[in-house]
């Protein structure tokens, strides 16, 4: 049935005119939630990041035998004492969430350590906390999976991984995310990788700005399998970099606009358009820190940054990365995973969003650049998984790098 509703979405995309908004704009509170409810029954919503599985490693260190994502999590401890807990499977049924990308998050402390260790723990969690509610999620790797999952009403989950420096700048390691069900790499979190410039001030100065020749090797290999480039976190001259490396869209899987939140964590203007060319996405972060660089956040504070990304880059390059379970601050009335149609309930004060609009930031965008980035794939089948191997000179030899060399010396012949 949803296919249908599908094929005609993709016949509109390519200029119809958009569908009259069913509730008029001086429609009451509970008028605009109940259409927000209907849209999103009927289009699915995807969310771009949500930290659940590193609160897991933190409070229960992996332990699952207490833990059942499908129970009520605000009566349990010690998820009902944190304030970062906003996450569970009742609430995300009512917040109508179709698809999450759950993070599998590996911290900087780290980075030339054991970042694969700690990335493949993070894996098997999410895996394990999937598995244990069958009836209300289930493991998905393509975009077609999301549409499935969303008839049946089951909330598809997917991984995204945090942290460049997790792939320990192995080409072999880019390829064993993918094979494990790994959808996304977010290039940095708030460290520099030897190959990528983040957003924060590290330790360190940054080998480069941006992108290092390696660094775009290891776009284009991503590219080459399947997964989508996140540059949340990344610096301004990665993002541009990566822009003008990437086969494919590019996305920013939990991000605000620069221009109403001036930090380097946000989007600048120009990368904005440039994301338009890229056919790319922003999906908008519900961290009040980065939507007012203040603690303090409102939903129509969201909807500035969701509406400036419209005008910067198009409607077509926005969606919804809340990143709950790692806010500190969420927006007055966005509290949890459960709140997601009051956004849209807010959004249909504003006769300049359609109905089809609203779908596309609600999840339509993401499925398209998800779709793109498979379609990549598929075009570049004949290519040769990549062989290279970072350069030493990029490598900051102090740390105690464990490569599959007899020695560092290996690396310099
Ligand atoms: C998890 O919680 C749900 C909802 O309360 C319940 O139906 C299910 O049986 C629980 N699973 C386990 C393994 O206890």
Not at 293 to 306: M, N, P, R, T
Request: aromatic share 6%; glycine share 6%; charged share 25%.
């Amino acid at each position: 049935m949803y296919r249908q509703v599908v094929v005609l979405t993709l016949v509109s995309w390519c200029g119809a005119s958009p569908l009259p908004v069913r509730v008029s704009p001086k429609a009451t509170h509970h008028e605009r939630l109940q259409a927000a409810h209907a849209l999103l029954k009927e289009s699915p919503l995807i969310d771009g990041h949500n930290d659940l599985a590193w609160n897991v490693r933190v409070f229960l260190q992996n332990k699952l035998h207490t833990f059942n994502l499908s129970s009520d999590l605000t009566q349990e401890k010690p998820w009902m004492n944190s304030p970062i807990s906003q996450t569970d499977l009742p609430r995300l049924k009512k917040g109508q969430v179709a698809a999450q990308f759950w993070s599998v998050y590996v911290p900087c402390e780290s980075q030339y350590l054991n970042t694969v260790q700690l990335l493949l723990e993070q894996i098997d969690v999410v895996k394990r906390i999937i598995a244990a509610s069958p009836r209300d999620t289930v493991l998905v790797k393509t975009s077609a999976e999301i549409i499935e999952e969303f008839e049946r009403g089951r909330v598809a989950s997917l991984m995204g991984m945090e942290g460049g420096h997790g792939l320990a700048s192995s080409m072999g390691v880019v390829r064993a995310v993918y094979d494990l069900g790994v959808r996304y790499v977010t290039l940095t979190h708030k460290c520099h990788t030897p190959w990528a410039e983040c957003s924060e001030r590290g330790p360190q100065p940054p080998n480069t700005r941006g992108l290092t020749p390696y660094g775009k090797d290891l776009i284009r290999e991503m590219n080459r399998v399947g997964l989508m480039v996140d540059v949340s976190h990344a610096s301004a001259s990665t993002a541009r970099d990566v822009l003008r490396t990437s086969r494919a869209p590019v996305i920013f899987s939990h991000s605000a606009a620069r221009a109403l939140c001036d930090i380097e964590r946000n989007v600048p203007d120009d990368v904005l358009s440039f994301l338009a060319e890229n056919e790319g996405i922003v999906m908008i972060s519900f961290d009040s820190d980065f939507l007012t660089c203040s603690e303090a956040a409102s939903i129509q504070d969201v909807v500035e940054h969701i509406n400036h990304v419209r005008t910067m880059a198009g409607v077509d390059y926005v969606g919804i990365g809340a990143g709950y379970d790692g806010v500190n601050r969420t927006p007055t009335g966005l509290e949890d995973v459960s709140r997601y149609p009051e956004l849209f309930a807010e959004l249909l004060k504003d006769p300049s969003w359609s109905l089809q609009d609203l779908k596309k930031l609600a999840g339509l965008n993401l499925l398209r650049v998800f779709r793109r980035v498979e379609q990549v794939r598929e075009e570049l089948a004949s290519e040769k998984p990549s062989e290279e191997i970072i350069p030493i000179h990029d490598i900051d030899t102090r740390w105690p790098c464990r490569y599959k060399f007899a020695s560092l010396d290996d690396l310099r012949t």
